[in-house]
């Protein structure tokens, strides 16, 4: 044995002594070996069962925290999903979970706290910037919760990355809409939309959804357009594209959407509501475009409508002075006046002379008694009385008695009487209020009267 | 059964003299025989001790799940009862069966070495084993670092007793063992060389460092093997984007060095006066402490229970609030105090880092509460607050920095560590003057070296004695018959020989006129003068490295480094002594 050579020369005792010292050592560290050995077998039976129940523990306890967490016992799932993570430190979702049951237990800053250091170790964590995001919303942060939905949507994520950036950049445009920060929700659904795959049809039609509530109707309908090239029968797509055609005006596009979503088969799986919705939407743009006057029609048709146009109008003039508080005998004559000419022979309608008495009537209550209509509607604008004493003396100009004869051979007159119309409906929804019935269908066309049959 | 001075004394001794030491032929008949097995042996001590912690530390974690439950939480009533329970069963093994097992262990450990030639009991080792475990698993405010260093320590005692090494082998084996025990316990081997270093043996020795080395490395090995490699905490990279930040850091160094101070206060006052009680109330010390810490644990805090490194890990992860988590160093301090002073056996290093990085977090979270502005990161400030108790607590500045690096395996960290510990260091050791080890020595009635002052202790050099050339100075070709009879020879006692080579030669008066009487008086010096020559010795060689050179000669020429055989100077035995008294 090397390590035992002696320079000296030894006596045969010592000869003796040294064998005796090899045998001795090598018995020792044979021994040491086996000890090692059986030491580290011990010690890794001892380690195995620890790690299984470590593990076990961990389970368990994550299995309860979830479970809390979802039956919104969020103080529970704080200690079970901490105990959890005492088992399995460093696991990530677990960690997730608790920062999101201390947010869910109104422990805001613990769990912000919790989330920014989390993210110190892992910046660039989708489902981390994604809970901080939320914990700003509901702080009202607007600027930390957009910065955070950003680095979410651009940041990691596990598995399905696509889906997960897309269903967060929804999330955001969704808080944009709740705080009326409508231009960014639009741009947000631009970038959204242009980033879905074309077949995904349901995207496409919750991307047009969210626009309609940031009021952006032009692409929502041409999102919906889109929608249903791809697949006719859609029939929320159709829903959808009538319901935005009517809020931009485009009415006889959107009958024709309605009309295709009612008749769709499977409208009579919907819900009661949806059904409900969409027939009443038809109804209503049925009967707007038999109020309309387009020009499109034959003469006679045209001239008919513009006279039952005419006396909607002025029953809601009528009824709009009456509200106004214009002289009682007044105001009964040109309420009078309204039906009284529609009953009146067949194509014909005279101007109500006790209008001119309600003009005169106005502007003395204007003049009398400026805080009593002040009063009576607060919110009306000045001008709005002004306006409705401009109506009333242009309707006291017009012809006494218009026949159907003379508005088919008098464009000019007739132009003017829309016109007019147009305005009452106007001016009386500004100082009357919103109007109902036909009055509120009028109103609609005489915003945009010339998208009424755009396609 | 004395338990005075910490079950050192007695008990040891009286295992120790059953331990007979080699036989002295053994150096004969096998001289190089210590030397190799030191360092195969080394490699055996960091595996078994690496094997011992591991289950040690599973044996504190199923105890504790046994007896706490696996989620210990505020109202549960064996929160109150268990530590008490424990605390029995623990002060009746250690007053019993296990005298030396109480305390840290690492004071324990370097008595071993300065005391007891490395001898450490293999009953110290089970009841460390067995009795730290029961306690730190029972709940009690301790940690398992400082008893793992003693199993370590004495894995390698009994081992290197029972190959018959020499005493001072047996005596090296103790840090050695101490390493590898620390090394497996942080899993940060650096730091265990540089605590065995900075704390047990004093000085940075090459003959066994290469041996510490090499047992905790193979201790780190076998615990990684197990544990996995991940560094203990983990932490983001730390960025000082503006060098303001630093000015926090300083802050929590000398919010570190007062909390040091605060704790070592707490220790040193209570420790001693729990001793000095009748003996029989040793048995009813630790569960009173128990019931203290149990206390805290089941009113709110069961944080502060056992070692607390889970705790630790949420206070870097920001889970409490700036208040609480200065609340939970607070009740640290409070619970450790309490635990330590009764005798129960378990470390301080867990306990020291619990606080730290509560500290840290605290500043932290309270910047981040009331100053937004500012990119604090909790985990750092938390992994800096747990160095800066080290540097200022246990006064290990240099393990305190090397073990905030190895448990986060973060180095963009080092800055504000360096930083903080220094402060921290600065503070505490202001403050009180001597550490908290040295501390508990004296209230063992021991006297062991104390590392800070050996650590700071100034070396003496050969140019703080050397005198100006005083005595004659030949050529080695000058005649012996003209030196002989020149005036200055004859009065010189000693007189200084230049050789060809650039050797010098002392020759004493009584040399030449033995030469001057033998050889004939052309024949140059040079050729009447011994073999031998004095040795080379430059200033800056310590001045005890003349010492053995003295005997031979009266004066011993000190040169020039660069000019080889120029003379800088001359010591004597006289000037060296006077140089050693003045100091």
Redesign the interface.
């Known amino acids: 044995m090397a390590i035992l050579t002696s320079k000296y020369p030894l006596s045969v005792e010592e000869r003796r002594e040294r064998r005796r010292l090899i045998l001795s050592d090598t018995l020792s560290l044979t021994t040491l070996f086996a000890i090692t050995l059986a030491l580290a077998f011990v010690t890794n039976r001892f380690y195995q069962s620890y790690a299984s129940h470590q593990a076990e523990l961990a389970n368990r306890w994550r299995v309860r925290g979830e479970a809390a967490l979802k039956a919104g016992h969020a103080q529970a799932a704080i200690v079970a999903l901490r105990s959890a993570l005492a088992y399995a430190p460093g696991e990530r979702k677990i960690e997730i979970e608790l920062a999101e049951a201390l947010a869910s237990a109104g422990r805001i800053p613990e769990a912000t706290s919790y989330f920014n250091t989390l993210s110190e170790s892992e910046p660039g964590s989708g489902i981390i910037n994604l809970q901080l995001a939320r914990l700003a919303a509901r702080q009202n942060d607007v600027r930390q919760a957009l910065e955070h939905y950003h680095r979410a949507i651009y940041g990691d994520w596990e598995g399905d990355g696509y889906v997960r950036r897309r269903q967060v950049r929804m999330e955001m445009i969704n808080f944009l809409i709740a705080k009326h920060l409508d231009d960014e929700a639009r741009t947000e659904l631009l970038v959204a939309a242009g980033n879905a795959p074309e077949q995904d049809l349901q995207f496409h039609i919750e991307v047009a959804q969210a626009m309609e509530q940031a009021h952006d109707f032009v692409d929502a309908l041409r999102t919906y357009r889109k929608i249903l090239q791809h697949n006719p029968s859609s029939l929320a797509a159709a829903v959808g594209a009538g319901r935005t055609a009517f809020q931009l005006g485009r009415y006889a596009e959107a009958r024709q959407y309605l009309e295709r979503a009612v008749n769709n088969p499977s409208m009579a799986g919907q819900p009661v509501e949806v059904s409900r919705t969409a027939r009443d939407l038809l109804r209503d743009v049925t009967r707007l475009l038999l109020l309309y006057p387009s020009p499109e029609l034959r003469a006679k048709a045209r001239s008919a409508r513009i006279l039952e146009d005419r006396q909607i109008a002025l029953a809601r003039l009528q009824s709009c002075l009456a509200r106004q508080g214009t002289t009682p005998e007044n105001s009964q004559k040109v309420v009078a006046a309204a039906p009284a000419a529609g009953k009146r022979e067949s194509g014909s309608v005279s101007i109500p002379r006790a209008l001119q008495g309600s003009l005169q009537s106005l502007e003395s209550t204007f003049q009398h008694h400026p805080q009593k209509a002040e009063a009576d509607n607060a919110p009306k604008p000045a001008q709005g009385a002004a306006g409705l004493a401009d109506v009333l003396a242009r309707w006291n100009e017009q012809p006494e008695k218009i026949t159907l004869s003379r508005l088919e051979s008098d464009p000019d007159l007739a132009q003017s009487i829309i016109q007019l119309i147009y305005d009452t409906e106007r001016v009386t929804a500004q100082v009357c209020g919103p109007p109902g019935g036909d009055d509120a269908l009028l109103l609609k066309i005489a915003q945009a009267p010339n998208a009424v049959e755009q396609e | 059964m004395n338990i005075q001075n910490g079950g050192l004394d007695t008990e040891t001794l009286e295992e120790q003299s059953r331990y007979t030491p080699e036989?002295p032929?053994?150096q004969?008949?096998?001289?190089?025989?210590d030397e190799?097995?030191f360092l195969?042996l080394s490699i055996?001590f960091g595996?078994?001790s690496g094997?011992?912690v591991?289950?040690f530390r599973?044996a504190i974690?199923?105890f504790q799940?046994l007896t706490l439950g696996?989620?210990p939480?505020p109202g549960q009533l064996r929160l109150l009862f268990v530590p008490m329970a424990v605390g029995l069963l623990v002060g009746a093994l250690v007053q019993l069966v296990f005298p030396a097992a109480r305390g840290s262990g690492v004071n324990q450990t370097k008595a071993a070495l300065y005391i007891y030639n490395g001898f450490i009991s293999f009953r110290t080792v089970v009841g460390k084993f067995i009795t730290s475990a029961l306690a730190i698993g029972g709940g009690f405010s301790l940690g398992p670092e400082d008893p793992s260093l003693q199993i370590g320590a004495g894995v390698a005692s009994m081992?290197s007793r029972?190959?018959?090494l020499s005493r001072d082998r047996l005596r090296m084996f103790a840090p050695i063992g101490a390493a590898a025990g620390l090394a497996a316990a942080f899993n940060a081997p650096i730091s265990a060389i540089l605590f065995v270093v900075e704390e047990v043996i004093g000085n940075w020795s090459a003959a066994v460092l290469g041996s510490i080395v090499l047992s905790a490395i193979s201790s780190v090995v076998v615990a990684r093997s197990?544990w996995g490699p991940?560094p203990m905490f983990?932490?983001?990279s730390v960025t000082i984007e503006h060098s303001g930040e630093l000015l926090a850091y300083a802050a929590l160094g000398v919010m570190g060095g007062v909390s040091a101070l605060i704790f070592s206060k707490a220790l040193a006052f209570l420790r001693p006066r729990l001793r000095q009680l009748p003996p029989w109330t040793r048995f009813c010390q630790p569960p009173l402490a128990g019931l203290m810490v149990g206390a805290i644990g089941f009113f709110g805090a069961p944080e502060v229970m056992g070692p607390g490194y889970?705790a630790i890990?949420?206070a870097?992860?920001?889970?409490?609030?700036w208040k609480f988590l200065l609340a939970l160093a607070l009740l640290k301090i409070f619970a450790t105090t309490v635990s330590f002073s009764s005798g129960t056996p378990g470390g301080m290093f867990a306990p020291t880092l619990f606080i730290g990085a509560m500290l840290g977090a605290s500043i932290a979270?309270f910047e981040?509460?009331f100053f937004p502005q500012f990119s604090v990161?909790?985990?750092s400030y938390a992994l800096v607050g747990m160095g800066v108790l080290f540097a200022g607590f246990l006064r290990v500045p240099l393990t305190s920095v090397f073990m905030v690096l190895e448990v986060s395996g973060n180095y963009s960290i080092v800055l504000p560590v360096i930083l903080a510990n220094t402060i921290a260091y600065l503070v505490s050791r202001g403050l009180q003057p001597v550490p908290i080890f040295e501390t508990f020595t004296h209230q063992d009635g021991l006297d062991l070296p104390s590392m800070e002052e050996q650590r700071e202790e100034s070396t003496l050099h050969l140019e703080d004695a050397l005198v100006p050339v005083n005595v004659p100075i030949f050529s080695g070709s000058d005649p012996v018959g003209k030196i002989a009879t020149e005036e200055a020879t004859v009065a010189a006692p000693v007189f200084l020989v230049s050789l060809r080579d650039g050797s010098w030669y002392a020759m004493t008066r009584e040399e030449l006129s033995a030469a001057a009487a033998t050889s004939t008086p052309q024949a140059p010096l040079e050729s009447t003068l011994k073999p031998e020559r004095v040795p080379l010795l430059f200033p800056d060689l310590p001045l005890d490295s003349a010492i053995p050179y003295l005997s031979r000669w009266p004066v011993l020429p000190i040169q020039n480094r660069a000019s080889r055989g120029k003379l800088e100077g001359v010591v004597t035995m006289d000037d060296v002594i006077r140089r050693y008294q003045r100091k």
């Open positions: 036989p032929d053994i004969k008949i096998a001289p190089h025989r190799r097995l195969v055996f595996i078994l094997l011992l591991v289950c599973v974690t199923w799940v696996s989620a939480h081992v029972r190959l018959r197990f991940e983990r932490i983001p889970g890990d949420q870097m992860h920001g889970f409490f609030t979270s981040k509460a990161s909790v985990g």
